[in-house]
């Protein structure tokens, strides 16, 4: 069965400081993979979404980056953290018709 | 843009069904609608997703008009574990577009 591993669960990093953020899925191969971001009480914003290896599609403009250096490992990172940087990150996997499965997330709090 | 609305919040009561509403009048014809639920600060939890027919699983039951422009999702007997945020999705080219959920809370 597949499986998406998400890390860390929790993360507080001060203003100006890198961050990277790891996601890795098993028992699957070439996935799509995404990145989400929550903030308080909203809905989900998709930030990035990639469809095979070094191939990486931003939704929306802002400090963060993500990478695949492997078909199933999706990377999220900032070279210096902002306040704003601040929320619930999600990372998932989808395949054909086997839909959209969500990882456990990580709570970033940027001081 | 979120492709979905739905209400802000439903009280349902334990042991009787809940039916979640949601409108996606823009939808086109070959986006799938997905429901998803989220307890706090978890990921959220697939539960089921219809394109044109009315759908059924172990969780719930997805009904989806004929003209496609909303869906309904119903929980046969809600549990004190089924309070949640309930999110309507649009699948849109690959991609999910959330809009705000529903806080359901089921009192016993």
């Known amino acids: 069965s597949q499986t998406i591993h998400q890390w860390p669960a929790t993360l507080v990093q001060p203003v100006g400081s890198p961050l990277s953020l790891e996601c890795t899925v098993e028992?699957?191969?070439?996935?799509?993979l995404y990145w989400y971001r929550q903030a308080a009480g909203r809905g989900l914003q998709l930030l990035f979404y990639?469809?095979?290896?070094?191939?990486i599609s931003s939704e929306v403009p802002q400090n963060l980056s993500a990478s695949r250096p492997q078909d199933r490992q999706f990377i999220l990172s900032s070279k210096k953290l902002l306040l704003s940087d601040s929320g619930f990150y999600l990372c998932a996997w989808s395949k054909g018709a086997i839909g959209y499965t969500f990882g456990s997330g990580t709570r970033l709090t940027v001081v | 843009d979120a492709k979905t609305t739905q209400p802000t919040s439903m009280d349902c009561a334990e042991g009787r069904a809940a039916n979640l509403p949601c409108n996606h009048s823009?939808?086109?014809?070959?986006?799938?609608v997905y429901w998803y639920r989220q307890i706090h600060s978890q990921g959220p939890q697939y539960i089921i997703h219809?394109?044109?027919n009315n759908e059924t699983n172990e969780m719930a039951s997805l009904i989806i008009t004929e003209d496609r422009k909303s869906s309904t999702l119903i929980l046969p007997h809600a549990t004190l574990r089924d309070t949640a945020v309930y999110y309507c999705?649009?699948?849109?080219?690959?991609?999910?577009?959330f809009g705000a959920g529903t806080q359901v809370v089921v009192t016993p």
């Open positions: 028992g699957t191969s070439n996935p799509n």
């Open positions: 999705v649009v699948d849109s080219w690959g991609k999910l577009q």
């Open positions: 823009t939808i086109s014809g070959n986006e799938y």
């Open positions: 990639s469809v095979g290896i070094g191939q």
């Open positions: 219809g394109l044109k």
